[in-house]
């Protein structure tokens, strides 16, 4: 294997295909290799280039193999597709890997270390407890509506129906209470953790230097500031804040041809939990303008005068990760003159 260059690979739980190529393409190997003995194989490899899907378990593949000297490119499941040849097995998409990591133009994903996937996990786990808690809100709900109990939508009515529940004043059946008290028993325990969780977040955001220059941007508060921070990609990656905010799905998509420009709907690529809590703070800033007043003759100002409320909210939001941008790639702190241009 004098002439290997580039090694791609299909990750699984159990069983690994490998893909072995020189760096015009020309197939040096074809292998399929058991869990227990892939670390071995590669180690006995020259130094090369290995390729892999980004996807679950590819980071921790990736420190592995750095260790052993070699070379890790992450590609992006949706470049690695393009490449597949008619039908699919897991030896057509290894060789597909390596078709993808040579390409001269391709993208590449950094291989993240532990500390940094482990300060993703606050925000995983978050997000986790949060649906389940919307979801033991409606069935509540909808299990009171079923008895004649209707509330108005919103987190500050749901005190009513865990009242309803617990005081005794709605009539119910005997047997229906201790089931929907089940239910509120379990609703309180899930706000617990996610305070718990919630004040982990604001601890960290406090101690991180990083953090605390992205909370000066109005919009973006511990949790969404430390979100950027162990989940975005380094500034590095990026040549400027546009780049990073298609990077995170706040640009348009383009249908452009012949000339014309034609822009549709928000991408919605990148991480999906990065962009909606982007979105939210966004949404706090309009609704605070919408109020109290924007400053006369600023952005926000302008955009709600002649936009709808809820493209002003995507166009902030894409606005403020390309600040945040800023502020990780070159330091300092947030200028309120940078949005109200």
């Given at each position: 294997?004098?002439?290997?260059?580039?090694?791609?690979?299909?990750?699984?739980?159990?069983?690994?295909?490998?893909?072995g190529?020189?760096?015009?393409?020309?197939v040096?190997?074809?292998?399929?290799?058991?869990?227990?003995?892939?670390?071995?194989?590669?180690?006995?490899l020259?130094?090369?280039?290995i390729a892999?899907?980004?996807c679950?378990?590819?980071?921790?593949?990736?420190?592995?193999?750095?260790?052993?000297?070699?070379?890790?490119?992450?590609?992006?499941?949706?470049?690695?597709?393009?490449?597949?040849?008619r039908?699919?097995?897991?030896?057509?998409?290894?060789?597909a890997?390596?078709?993808?990591?040579?390409?001269?133009?391709?993208?590449f994903?950094?291989?993240?270390?532990?500390d940094?996937?482990?300060?993703g996990?606050?925000?995983?786990?978050?997000?986790?407890?949060?649906?389940?808690?919307?979801?033991?809100?409606?069935?509540?709900?909808?299990?009171?509506?079923?008895?004649?109990?209707?509330?108005?939508?919103?987190?500050?009515?749901?005190?009513?129906l865990?009242s309803?529940?617990?005081?005794?004043?709605?009539?119910?059946?005997?047997?229906?209470?201790?089931?929907?008290?089940?239910?509120?028993?379990?609703?309180?325990?899930?706000?617990?953790?996610?305070?718990?969780?919630?004040?982990?977040?604001?601890?960290r955001?406090?101690?991180?230097?990083?953090?605390q220059r992205?909370?000066?941007?109005?919009?973006?508060?511990?949790?969404i500031?430390?979100?950027?921070?162990?989940?975005?990609?380094?500034?590095?990656?990026?040549?400027?804040?546009?780049?990073?905010?298609?990077?995170?799905?706040?640009?348009?998509?383009?249908?452009?041809?012949?000339g014309?420009?034609?822009?549709?709907?928000?991408?919605?690529m990148?991480?999906?939990?990065?962009?909606?809590?982007?979105?939210?703070?966004a949404?706090?800033?309009?609704?605070?303008?919408?109020?109290?007043?924007a400053?006369?003759?600023?952005?926000?100002?302008?955009?709600?005068?002649?936009?709808?409320p809820?493209?002003?909210?995507?166009?902030?939001?894409?606005?403020?990760a390309?600040?945040?941008?800023?502020?990780?790639?070159?330091?300092?702190?947030?200028?309120a003159?940078?949005?109200?241009?």
């Amino acid at each position: 294997m004098e002439n290997l260059d580039l090694v791609g690979i299909d990750l699984a739980k159990n069983v690994f295909q490998l893909h072995g190529c020189n760096s015009t393409g020309a197939v040096i190997f074809r292998k399929q290799l058991k869990r227990n003995k892939l670390l071995s194989f590669i180690s006995e490899l020259p130094t090369c280039t290995i390729a892999m899907e980004a996807c679950s378990g590819s980071h921790y593949w990736g420190r592995e193999f750095e260790a052993l000297g070699h070379s890790v490119r992450l590609i992006a499941p949706k470049y690695v597709k393009p490449f597949v040849k008619r039908s699919k097995s897991d030896a057509i998409d290894a060789e597909a890997i390596c078709e993808a990591a040579l390409r001269p133009t391709m993208r590449f994903v950094q291989v993240r270390s532990e500390d940094n996937q482990a300060a993703g996990l606050a925000f995983k786990a978050r997000d986790l407890l949060v649906r389940q808690r919307t979801q033991i809100i409606n069935a509540l709900r909808g299990h009171l509506s079923e008895f004649g109990f209707v509330v108005a939508k919103g987190p500050t009515h749901v005190r009513k129906l865990v009242s309803a529940v617990e005081a005794g004043d709605l009539e119910l059946p005997e047997i229906s209470r201790p089931l929907l008290s089940i239910l509120v028993d379990t609703l309180e325990a899930l706000n617990t953790r996610i305070r718990l969780l919630e004040a982990q977040i604001e601890q960290r955001a406090r101690e991180d230097e990083i953090c605390q220059r992205l909370t000066t941007i109005p919009g973006i508060g511990p949790i969404i500031a430390t979100a950027i921070a162990a989940l975005a990609p380094p500034p590095s990656t990026f040549r400027r804040g546009r780049d990073f905010a298609a990077w995170v799905g706040l640009t348009p998509l383009q249908h452009s041809t012949g000339g014309k420009q034609r822009l549709g709907r928000t991408s919605k690529m990148g991480n999906r939990a990065l962009r909606r809590l982007l979105i939210i703070g966004a949404s706090a800033v309009v609704r605070w303008a919408e109020h109290k007043g924007a400053a006369p003759g600023s952005w926000l100002a302008r955009m709600l005068e002649r936009k709808p409320p809820m493209l002003v909210r995507v166009a902030l939001a894409n606005k403020m990760a390309r600040i945040a941008w800023a502020l990780m790639a070159h330091g300092g702190e947030y200028r309120a003159q940078t949005v109200t241009r």
